[in-house]
Nanobody
Framework: VQLQASGGGLVQPGGSLRLSCAAS????????MYWFRQAPGKGLERVSN????????YYSNSVKGRFTISRDNAKSTLYLQMNSLKSGDTAVYYC????????RGQGTQVTVSS
């Protein structure tokens, strides 16, 4: 199983980023998928998840209305569109195929700063 997140970077408050997660080694279309983040000195936080068909989604209260999760099963890729970014969104972002996040692969750093 490989889960490789990308698309992070440095962005000013109010800006946007789109994260991608390339998945391989398992039947991507058969799994709910998850985005997690971990800020410095804090625990792992579930940010969002999406069902196999993309019709059902969940967002944490901290990102609801600003982030949008989506997936392309044909490309085995998960996305997270992040808008109106705040300094509190600064974290390493991971994708995973389980609710606990234990399957998460290499993350991507998102830094929101002026």
């Amino acid at each position: 199983v490989q889960l490789q997140a990308s698309g992070g970077g440095l962005v000013q408050p109010g800006g946007s980023l789109r994260l991608s997660c390339a998945a391989s080694g398992f039947p991507f279309g058969s799994y709910w998928m998850y985005w997690f983040r971990q800020a410095p000195g804090k625990g792992l936080e579930r940010v969002s998840n999406i069902d196999t068909g993309g019709g059902a989604t969940y967002y944490s209260n901290s990102v609801k209305g600003r982030f949008t999760i989506s997936r392309d099963n044909a490309k085995s890729t998960l996305y997270l569109q992040m808008n109106s970014l705040k300094s509190g969104d600064t974290a390493v972002y991971y994708c995973a195929k389980d609710l606990s996040g234990v399957s998460r692969g290499q993350g991507t750093q998102v830094t929101v700063s002026s």
